[in-house]
C-alpha cells in the first residue's frame, strides 16, 4: 500500500510482485518475487469482502447524507451543529461514494477498466477525505476538551472563525499529504491484463514504497489516535467526576469513541507495519507470509471503512438535539408547533456548536 488507500485494490506489496512484463506510459518497475502455490482461496475472499463493501456503502451513504442534510437545514431551523462534525460527514461521505469503484476493481481481482485519469482522480478523492476524516476526528477531540474547560465564556464568533481556519487547513494539509500518491499512480498492463499501481522511481523504489507506507501510519493513526485518546479521556474524567447520573453516562459515551477508532484502525496499520517489516526483510518472507498479509490487508482495509459507518452514529445520532430535530424533519414536517412537536422544541437542549455532552460537562 503507499499511503492511505485501497491496498487491496492495487496489489502493492514489494515481495509479491512477480517479474512480468509490463507496459505503461514512463518507465516501468519489475520486482523479483517467489511464486506461491494458490493455497488461499483469493476469489472467495474478495467476494466476500464485495458483499461488506456493498453493506458499508449502503449505511455510509445513508448514514452520512442525514447529517449533511441536518447541518443544511440547521439555517431554517435555527439549530446549529458542529463545524468538525458537519465537515467529517463530508469527509466521509466522500470516501463512501468511491467504495463502488472499489468494489467493481475488487471483483476483477484488482483489475482496472477505467483509464489512468480515473484511477488518479478516485484515489486522489478516497485518499484526500480518508485523511481529512482522521484529521477532524482529532480536531474535534482537542475543540471539545479546551472549550468545555477552559473557554466556555470565549466570545462563540471568534472562536467559529478559529474553527472554520482550522477545518481549511486540515481539508489543504488532506490534500497535500496525498498528492504523492495521486502523482505516481499509473495504469500498467500484465499478461494482459491492466492494473491501477503506483510506479515509483526505478532507482529507489523500494525506499518510496516503504516511506508511503510509514508515512500513512504516522498520519493516519501514530499522530491522531493519541490526540483523540489522551483528549477525550481527560474530557470524560472531568464529565464522569460529576455526581450527575446523565453526566456520567455521556462519559462512557466519549470513551466509546477512543475505542472504536481504536478497534477500526489498529488492526489495518498493525498489518502495513508487518508489511513495511517485510520489504526490510526484518521478517523472512514465505508463502505463509504472503498469504496471510494479502488476507489480513483485504480484511483489516474493509474493516477500517467502517468507521466511516460509525462517525454519525457516534458523533450526531446520540445526540439528543439531532434526534429531536430528525423527528421535526421526517414526521411533523408540516404540523403546527403544537402538542408534541411544540413539547420536543421546549425539551432541546440548549446549545450553540456543541453536542449534549459537552453542554452537560459546563
Known amino acids: 500500500m503507499s499511503g492511505i488507500d485501497l491496498h487491496s485494490i492495487f496489489d502493492v506489496e514489494v515481495g509479491n510482485l512477480s517479474e512480468a512484463n509490463l507496459t505503461c506510459n514512463g518507465d516501468c518497475i519489475t520486482v523479483d518475487s517467489v511464486s506461491c502455490p494458490n493455497t488461499l482461496n483469493k476469489s472467495a475472499l474478495l467476494y466476500t469482502l464485495a458483499i461488506f463493501y456493498i453493506f458499508i456503502f449502503m449505511i455510509g451513504l445513508v448514514a452520512n447524507f442525514v447529517v449533511v442534510w441536518m447541518n443544511f437545514q440547521a439555517k431554517t431551523t435555527g439549530y446549529e451543529t458542529h463545524l468538525y462534525i458537519f465537515n467529517l460527514a463530508i469527509a466521509d461521505l466522500c470516501v463512501i461514494i468511491t467504495v463502488p469503484v472499489w468494489v467493481i476493481s475488487l471483483v476483477h481481482h484488482g483489475q482496472w477498466h477505467m483509464g489512468e485519469v480515473m484511477c488518479k482522480i478516485t484515489l486522489l478523492v478516497f485518499s484526500i477525505n480518508l485523511y481529512g476524516s482522521i484529521f477532524f476526528l482529532a480536531c474535534m477531540s482537542v475543540d471539545r476538551y479546551l472549550s468545555v474547560v477552559y473557554f466556555a465564556a470565549s466570545n462563540s464568533v471568534k472562536k467559529k472563525m478559529i474553527r472554520r481556519c482550522i477545518c481549511v487547513f486540515v481539508w489543504l494539509f488532506a490534500f497535500f499529504v496525498s498528492l504523492p500518491d495521486a502523482y505516481y499512480l499509473k495504469t500498467?498492463?500484465?499478461?494482459?491484463?491492466?492494473?491501477?499501481?503506483?510506479?515509483?522511481?526505478?532507482?529507489?523504489?523500494?525506499?518510496?514504497?516503504?516511506?508511503?507506507?510509514?508515512?500513512?501510519?504516522?498520519?493516519?493513526?501514530?499522530?491522531?489516535?493519541?490526540?483523540?485518546?489522551?483528549?477525550?479521556?481527560?474530557?470524560?474524567?472531568?464529565?464522569?467526576?460529576?455526581?450527575?447520573?446523565?453526566?456520567?453516562?455521556?462519559?462512557?459515551?466519549?470513551?466509546?469513541?477512543?475505542?472504536?477508532?481504536?478497534?477500526?484502525?489498529?488492526?489495518?496499520?498493525?498489518?502495513?507495519?508487518?508489511?513495511?517489516?517485510?520489504?526490510?526483510?526484518?521478517?523472512?518472507?514465505?508463502?505463509?507470509?504472503?498469504?496471510?498479509?494479502?488476507?489480513?490487508?483485504?480484511?483489516?482495509?474493509?474493516?477500517?471503512?467502517?468507521?466511516?459507518?460509525?462517525?454519525?452514529?457516534?458523533?450526531?445520532?446520540?445526540?439528543?438535539?439531532?434526534?429531536?430535530?430528525?423527528?421535526?424533519?421526517?414526521?411533523?414536517?408540516?404540523?403546527?408547533?403544537?402538542?408534541?412537536?411544540?413539547?420536543?422544541?421546549?425539551?432541546?437542549?440548549?446549545?450553540?456548536?456543541?453536542?449534549a455532552l459537552e453542554q452537560n460537562a459546563k
Not at 498492463?189 to 507506507?213: D, F, Q
Request: proline share 4%; charged share 15%; aromatic share 14%.
Open 188 to 355: 500498467v498492463s500484465s499478461s494482459g491484463e491492466t492494473y491501477c499501481r503506483p510506479l515509483y522511481p526505478e532507482e529507489n523504489a523500494k525506499e518510496w514504497l516503504v516511506g508511503m507506507e510509514l508515512s500513512s501510519v504516522i498520519l493516519g493513526f501514530v499522530i491522531p489516535f493519541p490526540i483523540i485518546a489522551v483528549f477525550y479521556c481527560l474530557l470524560a474524567r472531568t464529565i464522569c467526576a460529576s455526581s450527575d447520573q446523565e453526566k456520567k453516562s455521556n462519559g462512557k459515551i466519549i470513551f466509546s469513541y477512543v475505542i472504536v477508532f481504536l478497534i477500526c484502525w489498529l488492526p489495518y496499520h498493525v498489518t502495513v507495519l508487518l508489511d513495511i517489516f517485510t520489504a526490510l526483510h526484518f521478517i523472512s518472507f514465505s508463502c505463509q507470509t504472503e498469504n496471510f498479509l494479502y488476507a489480513a490487508l483485504h480484511v483489516t482495509q474493509c474493516l477500517s471503512l467502517v468507521h466511516c459507518c460509525v462517525n454519525p452514529i457516534l458523533y450526531s445520532f446520540i445526540n439528543r438535539n439531532y434526534k429531536y430535530e430528525l423527528m421535526k424533519a421526517f414526521i411533523f414536517k408540516y404540523s403546527a408547533k403544537t402538542g408534541l412537536t411544540k413539547l420536543i422544541d421546549t425539551s432541546r437542549v440548549s446549545e450553540t456548536e456543541y453536542s
